[in-house]
């Protein structure tokens, strides 16, 4: 079993920054993947950051040259740094984890950007 813990969220105003960070502990053996969602009210959830297969990262339009996800593998944690965030940044931010093809969700942390 896989238990992931998000931490970093809260309140802030725009053009201020956050990080977020998720935790995974548990049986994980092998090759995993760690990314973050986020879902606002009324919306879908939609990926913002990732890892790509080559190594580098790859970011949601909306998100580009603000945010930043980064990892520390062997403390399986990854993280978002988030700045300059605006009002539309306001959400609930997940990680989402996948290993041997079984998904987890965390909790999810909420961000909320005050104009």
């Known amino acids: 079993q896989v238990q992931l813990v998000e931490s970093g969220g809260g309140l802030v105003q725009a053009g201020g920054s956050l990080r977020l960070s998720c935790a995974a502990s548990?049986?994980?053996?092998?090759?995993?993947?760690m990314d973050w969602y986020r879902q606002a009210p009324g919306k879908q959830r939609e990926l913002v950051a990732m890892?790509?297969?080559?190594?580098?990262?790859s970011y949601a339009d909306s998100v580009k040259g603000r945010f930043t996800i980064s990892r520390e593998s062997g403390k399986n944690t990854v993280y978002l740094q988030m700045n300059s965030l605006k009002p539309e940044d306001t959400a609930t931010y997940y990680c989402?984890?996948?290993?041997?093809?079984?998904?987890?969700w965390g909790q999810g942390t909420q961000v909320t950007v005050s104009s």
């Open positions: 989402h984890f996948i290993l041997r093809g079984v998904e987890r």
């Open positions: 890892f790509t297969s080559g190594g580098g990262t």
């Open positions: 548990g049986s994980i053996f092998g090759r995993y993947t």
